[in-house]
């Protein structure tokens, strides 16, 4: 009876070699998705050398507490009514300079939009989801405004023009022509958003 053969044997020599290039290709092919966060402008390194007086109607501030009850400009509030608040206050045009607002001009609040900045003040307990809830609200006043004028003079509406030019494959001779357009709109309602030293009470 003539002797059974063993199983053949596998090269495993080049296994560490196959595995090694899998591992590049992977590294090399994947993309990481990165979150765009809050879209904030730091305070400058040095303090100017002139004092900025701020008058305080020109100022709106929010306070969040540990329950996460809000305080707009001294005034229980609730959230859902917070974008149409910010509206109101940076859209009033108070001193009659501002030619395409379309509030109040209550003189007792802020005078252009130029000059109006939102102070924003959290406490340390505050939720998180409600921080974000009330930033939100926030910003989405002022892209609320800036669509507004947007499609006024360009008939669009801006935060397309801004995702546009903000989208590395748009082709730079838009860009360079959205770069303006958005500028402008921007210049209109400047994001003056402030945030006041977190308290622990």
Known sequence: MPRRKGAPEVNAGS????????LIFFLVTTTIETDAGLDRMLPPMEPPDTD??????N????NINKNGQLLADETLMDIKDLREA????????????????KGKKNASSSD????????????????????????????????????????RLFGRSFVDMEAE???PETPSSVR???KDKVKRIQDLFPQKLSEAETSSN
């Open 59 to 62: 100022i709106f501030t929010v």
């Open 112 to 151: 252009n939009p130029t000059k109006a900045i939102i102070s924003l003040k959290n406490d340390r307990e505050t939720k998180y989801g409600t921080y974000i809830t009330v930033q939100n609200e926030l910003v989405g006043a002022y892209n609320d405004l800036r669509n507004r004028e947007a499609q």
């Open 86 to 101: 910010a509206i109101a206050f940076l859209d009033n045009g108070g001193d009659g300079t501002c030619t395409y607002c």
């Open 176 to 178: 360079d022509e959205l």
């Open 165 to 167: 030019y903000l989208n």
């Open 52 to 57: 900025v007086i701020i008058k305080q109607k």
């Open 15 to 22: 296994m560490a070699d196959i595995a090694f290039l899998l």
